[in-house]
């Protein structure tokens, strides 16, 4: 079974820093395409950063010297740190996979930005 899980979401002060992961199961991980989306309430779901199979980021500008993607193929693992985080940055955090017609979702994880 095809399985993303999102982990390491929290309440932050402003300035902090947060590491999301994602674990990804039941699939040949290296093929896929990665990425982060998030969603805050009563917005639409928007693209934070992906990486490509081969290692090719890309960021929004909004998170762009702040946040850093990485992956873990042996682990099939990504990752998503965030630093100098704002109000702003909160949202529910998604883990995707693309693979050719392959959309994969996790169930997200939560992240809040508040003093």
């Known amino acids: 079974q095809v399985r993303l899980v999102e982990s390491g979401g929290g309440l932050v002060q402003p300035g902090e820093s947060l590491r999301l992961s994602c674990a990804a199961s039941g699939m040949i991980f290296r093929i896929y395409d990665m990425g982060w989306y998030r969603q805050a309430p009563g917005q639409e779901r928007e693209l934070v950063a992906t990486?490509?199979?081969?290692?090719?980021?890309k960021y929004a500008d909004s998170v762009k010297g702040r946040f850093t993607i990485s992956r873990d193929n042996a682990k099939n693992a990504v990752y998503l740190q965030m630093n100098s985080l704002k109000p702003e940055d909160t949202a529910a955090y998604y883990c995707n996979a693309h693979f050719g017609s392959a959309d994969i979702w996790g169930q997200g994880t939560q992240v809040t930005v508040s003093s």
């Open positions: 990486i490509t199979r081969h290692g090719t980021t």
